[in-house]
């Protein structure tokens, strides 16, 4: 099992949005940078499904006033559960 375009759109979009700009301290930056990395690269691993999956708990309540957003977050979160357990 792997992401979708749309799910992979949605996931690299709010590491890019949230976990890179500069009010965001080095280390967190550069955590996320490295599993945009692989996204992009299509080589996700182990420790980049935990950083997304920490990403989407942290940010699915951000998302109360716009529920297709918030489904589809908490959508990408159960995929990620699911890979992250097949991992194991």
Known sequence: MIYT???IG???GVIQSYFAPRS???HLREKYWT?????????????????I???LL???????DDPQTQRDL??????TKLLLKNTE
């Open 53 to 55: 999956k920490v990403a």
């Open 74 to 79: 908490v959508s990408a979160l159960a995929k």
């Open 24 to 26: 965001v301290s080095q």
């Open 5 to 7: 375009d749309e799910e």
């Open 35 to 51: 599993t945009h990395q692989h996204i992009t690269e299509s080589q996700i691993g182990l420790p980049d499904l935990v950083n």
């Open 10 to 12: 949605l996931i690299d």
């Open 58 to 64: 942290f940010l699915i309540p951000e998302f109360n």
